[in-house]
């Protein structure tokens, strides 16, 4: 995953680490992530295409 995004291993880790006490914190932020992995998980609805007859 590291590479993917381009970061050292430690870095990122250590980010999530920060990332992991602050929702433990904060509530708000926790909502806020949780929706933004919902919309994730869920994907975008296929567009419909409009076709001329």
Known sequence: MAEEL???PA???RGL???ADELGKN???RRVVEKL???LREGRR???SKRSA
Do not use: A, F
């Open 6 to 8: 381009g970061q050292d």
């Open 11 to 13: 870095v990122l880790s």
């Open 17 to 19: 680490g920060k990332l």
């Open 27 to 29: 509530q708000e932020l």
């Open 37 to 39: 992995c919902n919309v």
């Open 46 to 48: 296929p567009k419909r």
